[in-house]
């Protein structure tokens, strides 16, 4: 059986990516050359591998068997590669994608991008935000390097905590609210007194004031974290936000912090990278990088 590399690579991204146009940009080449590759390796294997499903393709049960060992090989591979070229950050010509929020860009990039000048002159960074269901594929295809954030959902990847956070409410400064509670909020009914704002990329809000049936309570929603203290200034409305974020915010001046023991209101703030990268130097180096400048000891 000639089963060349090439053949491999266009297996794992269809697998991985479950529709063969989003394979073929993950390996940059054309939809026909991946169909003609997968048309290959069917005739090699005598079985189909991979069969039509909602959204593109699902596979088979002899390409499930197979997936693991393929995805080892070339983990292998590319391990032994990338060890053996090694990685020099002052000298280093290459581009590094993160995936970051709006309000995650405004925590780590500006040490980050100084830190990474630097050591690193000639690398890029850019950032983007990648929806959750497609951000593990996209590490494990090397077109996210690392992820920044609250991210529960992708179990399947590497992780490490820079620092943990919690849920607070924040509402301007002289806020009648404010005055009432202090900054201290004994009872969770008495959010129900409040308007607030919610962030459409972020859920937590919206499902907090759900489970404190004032989700009725919820007057203005916004795409950005960004356009909270503006709002905020000028209204009486609240937002439930990450503690951290809010003292982002403080600068600026005019806001009241309240502490109150909201649902699951503690959470991890971490880097998540892909096993296939774990022994990259390049990654392995950014992720150093960001473990010195944000890891609380």
């Known amino acids: 059986m000639k089963l060349d590399l090439n053949l491999l690579r266009v297996f794992d991204a269809i697998y991985t990516a479950r529709n063969v146009s989003r394979a073929a940009a993950a390996l940059d080449l054309t939809q026909p050359a991946v169909s003609q590759g ?6 090699l294997m005598g079985d189909p591998l991979f069969v039509r499903a909602a959204g593109g393709v699902a596979p088979t049960a002899r390409a ?9 090989a070339l983990r292998a591979l590319e391990s032994a590669v990338r060890d053996a070229s090694g990685f020099d950050p002052a000298l280093a010509e290459r581009v590094f994608r993160l995936h970051m929020t709006d309000i995650g860009e405004d925590q780590f990039l500006p040490r980050l ?4 000048r630097l050591r690193a002159p000639r690398t890029r960074i850019e950032t983007m935000r990648v929806p959750l269901a497609d951000l593990g594929p996209a590490m494990d295809q090397g077109r996210v390097d690392l992820a920044f954030g609250f991210l529960p959902g992708l179990k399947s990847m590497r992780s490490a905590i820079l620092f943990q956070d ?3 409410i924040l509402m301007r400064a002289g806020h009648p609210f404010a005055r009432r509670h202090g900054t201290r909020l004994r009872a969770l009914d008495a959010i129900q007194a409040l308007d607030f704002i919610t962030v459409r990329t972020h859920a937590y809000t919206r499902t907090t004031l759900e489970a404190l049936h004032a989700a009725d309570r919820v007057r203005v ?11 905020i200034e000028a209204t009486d409305l609240a937002v439930i936000i990450p503690r951290n974020i809010a003292l982002s915010f403080a600068p600026r001046g005019g806001y009241a912090i309240i502490e109150a023991d909201l649902p699951q209101h503690q959470f991890d703030v971490g880097i998540h990278w892909s096993h296939r990268y774990d022994k990259d130097p390049a990654n392995r180096w950014l992720r150093g990088v960001a473990l010195e400048l944000y890891r609380e000891d």
Not at 113 to 116: A, F, G, R, S
Not at 222 to 230: G, K, R, S
Request: glycine share 0%.
């Open 38 to 43: 997968l048309t290959r390796l069917r005739n």
């Open 64 to 72: 499930q068997r197979m997936a693991p060992a393929i995805q080892e």
């Open 113 to 116: 991008i100084t830190t990474v």
């Open 166 to 168: 919690r849920y607070i």
């Open 221 to 231: 929603t916004t795409e950005h974290f960004m356009a909270l203290p503006a709002l």
